[in-house]
C-alpha cells in the first residue's frame, strides 16, 4: 500500500499553526514560534488557536474543524504544526472532509492525543503523516526537538536511519519490515471498536509510546490490541522512550511487563525511541512509510526509513 506523499518543507515554507485538541498557554505558544521563525520557517496562527474553552478544549469542535480545514486549504501554507495534543481531536473526525484535505496534503506534524488524527489521515485520507515535535510541546526549546530527524523526515528524499543515538534499544533481537504505524498507545487502542478503529496493516511496524502509563496499563493495552487482531499483521514492535511513564527503579519491571504481554508475538521488539513524550531530542517519525527494522546486534540497532515520506 502506498500513501499520498506531501510535498517536503523548505527553508522559509510557511507552517500553519492549529490546536485541534486542548487549550494551550499563549506564552508556549510565542516561544514556540520565535524558535521556528529562527530556525528558518514564517508561520502563521489560524484564528481558534489560542481559544480557551468549552471545558479543556481550544474552542469548540466546529471551530477546531474550521481552522484545520482552512490550513489544508490555504494555497500559501506549507505545513500545518499543532501547538499540543491533551485530549479532544477524536471530536473533530464526524466533521473532516477527506476530500478536501486530500486534494490539498500537506505535511501534518504533531503526537499524543493527535495519534488520533494520524489514524484518520492513513485510513480515510491515505497520506502520509507525521508523530513530531510540536510548537508549545517541544519547539518552546530547542533541545526538544532532534533536528537531524526533523530535517530527513520533512526535507530529504533519501533514506535515513535512527539508532542508538535516538535512545533505540534491544528488547528482543531479529529483523523486520513493513509499513509504519502507531502513536501514543492510549489513544490509539481507545479508538477500537469505534468508527474511527486504527485498521491492521497487512505487514506493519508498529511504534508505541505515551506518559504517565504504569506496566500494568501498558500490559493491559498491548492485551487489547491483541484480542482486537491489531497484532496480526505487525512485523515487529518499538516502544517510545519510558521516562515520562515510569521512573528508572520500575524499568526492569516495565520491560519484564512488556515481553510478558508480547510472550506470543514473534517479530523483534525494541524500547527507548526518543519520539513523541519524551524529554529532550524528539525524533520525527512519518506514519505510512516503509522501514526496515534491524534489532540483530544489541550494539547497533536500527530502523531505516528506506523510503522518503515527502515528495520535492
Known sequence: MSLLKPKALRPGSLLGIVSPASAVRADFVADGIAELESFGYRTKLFPHALAKGPL???????DRVADLHAAFADPEVDGILCTRGGWGAAELLPLLDAELIRAHAKPFIGYSDITTLHVWLQ?????????????ASDWVRLDSVDVACWTSALTQVAPWTVGAESGLRVLRPGTAAGLLGGG????????????????????????LEDVGTKPYQWDRMLVHLKYAGMLDGVTGIVFGDMHKCVDADEFALLEETLLHALRDFDGPVGIGLRSGHVLAGNVTLPFGVEVRLNLKDAANPQMTFVEAAVRV
Open 56 to 62: 479543556n478544549y481550544a474552542g469548540c469542535v466546529e
Open 123 to 135: 485510513s480515510e485520507v491515505g497520506m502520509v503523516s507525521f508523530q513530531a515535535p510540536m510548537v
Open 184 to 207: 501514543c498507545i492510549s489513544i490509539y487502542a481507545e479508538a477500537l471498536g469505534t468508527p474511527y478503529s486504527p485498521v491492521a496493516a497487512p505487514r506493519g511496524v508498529l511504534f
